[in-house]
T-cell receptor, first 116, second 113 residues
Framework: GAVVSQHPSWVICKSGTSVKIECRSLDFQATTMFWYRQFPKQSLMLMAT?????????EQGVEKDKFLINHASLTLSTLTVTSAHPEDSSFYICSARRDRVSYEQYFGPGTRLTVT | GQNIDQPTEMTATEGAIVQINCTYQ??????LFWYQQHAGEAPTFLSY????GLEEKGRFSSFLSRSKGYSYLLLKELQMKDSASYLCAVNPPHGFGNEKLTFGTGTRLTIIP
């Protein structure tokens, strides 16, 4: 299989604090990981593409200083939402590509972030 | 640029057949995915088309016409558990570090008894 996990599955934090979300590929090495944000009843919006050992590539309009991405190994990428505000409340989903042959992305279960 | 269109909502009856359409206008094309997403959960892979034609997988089939920029997902023998959002996603031509999907807005399908 190709299993991707995320931790935590949900988190509530106060405005101004930072939150770290982990994305792990459990049974394969991910050449590339992706971070998405999804607001209620909307589709997935790609935030950034993360390759192990290099800087993440952010989509237009996504603040890289606010959404820090670290791809420490071929099985772990982290997203840190810094100085979170209520408008950052959303469903954050990561995905991973297993190799450069298959274009399929395997999605994590998502992290529900609520900023109060 | 990338533009992917799907109907926002559809309703179908249990046991029936439903077709969800997706049209795309993208700067290049390297394959189209369909994903299913239940509320509050992550998307799960349904199908992948890169060549024209129909791909059948059990109750689900997906069709692609590259010349028309058009795809559809066909669901047969609908079950209540098929109530979910269905996301069409296009994979543009990629280079190193650029292998990303662009998702459509998703179609929320409701199955009624």
């Amino acid at each position: 299989g190709a299993v991707v996990s995320q931790h935590p599955s949900w988190v509530i934090c106060k405005s101004g604090t930072s939150v770290k979300i982990e994305c792990r590929s459990l049974d394969f090495q991910a050449t590339t990981m992706f971070w998405y944000r999804q607001f209620p009843k909307q589709s997935l919006m790609l935030m950034a593409t993360s390759n192990e050992g290099s800087k993440a590539t952010y989509e237009q309009g996504v603040e890289k200083d606010k959404f820090l991405i670290n791809h420490a190994s071929l099985t772990l990428s982290t997203l840190t939402v810094t100085s979170a505000h209520p408008e950052d409340s959303s469903f954050y989903i990561c995905s991973a590509r297993r190799d450069r042959v298959s274009y399929e992305q395997y999605f994590g279960p998502g992290t529900r972030l609520t900023v109060t | 640029g990338q533009n992917i269109d799907q109907p926002t909502e559809m309703t179908a009856t249990e046991g029936a057949i439903v077709q969800i359409n997706c049209t795309y206008q993208t700067s290049g094309f390297n394959g189209l995915f369909w994903y299913q997403q239940h509320a509050g959960e992550a998307p799960t892979f349904l199908s992948y088309n890169v060549l024209d034609g129909l791909e059948e997988k059990g109750r689900f089939s997906s069709f692609l016409s590259r010349s028309k920029g058009y795809s559809y997902l066909l669901l047969k023998e609908l079950q209540m558990k098929d109530s979910a959002s269905y996301l069409c996603a296009v994979n543009p031509p990629h280079g190193f570090g650029n292998e990303k999907l662009t998702f459509g807005t998703g179609t929320r399908l409701t199955i009624i008894p």
